[in-house]
Every structure is written in structure tokens, then in C-alpha cells.
């Protein structure tokens, strides 16, 4: 089924910093929850591209961090 891209989604994040689109509306999946941001897909995913950088789970970022410079 084919989704219209006009229908309002919400962004949403999870516990590794990781986001993803859901539908206005429809309670968030287990794990996940909304930015406060919402709007039409193509808005959703110009907002993540802006504000999702860096894509590795928080979980690596802190373990390489953690580490120091290598």
C-alpha cells in the first residue's frame, strides 16, 4: 500500500538516539518516543536530516568516545 505523502507523521526517537517517522495519531511503538516535531513526510525528513548527524546508535558514540582518540 502505497503511503501519501501529504499525511501528517510525527518525528520519533528511541534510547540509541536513532529516528524515524510515525503516523500522527497512532500511539508510539514500544521504545520510541515524539520530538515534538510533526508535519508532512518530506517535513519530517528534511527536520531529521538537519538534526540527525551523526547516525551511529548513541550506545558507539559514547564507547568510542569513551575511549579517546586513537
Request: proline content about 10%; charged content about 25%.
Amino acid at each position: 500500500m502505497e503511503q501519501d505523502p501529504n499525511d501528517a507523521h510525527t518525528v520519533v526517537v528511541n534510547d540509541e538516539e536513532q529516528y524515524s517517522l510515525w503516523p500522527v495519531g497512532a500511539a508510539c511503538p514500544p521504545g520510541w518516543r515524539p520530538v515534538g516535531v510533526s508535519g508532512s513526510r518530506r517535513q519530517c525528513l528534511d527536520w531529521i536530516a538537519v538534526n540527525w548527524t551523526d547516525q551511529r546508535p548513541r550506545s558507539l558514540r559514547e564507547r568510542l568516545s569513551a575511549k579517546g582518540p586513537t
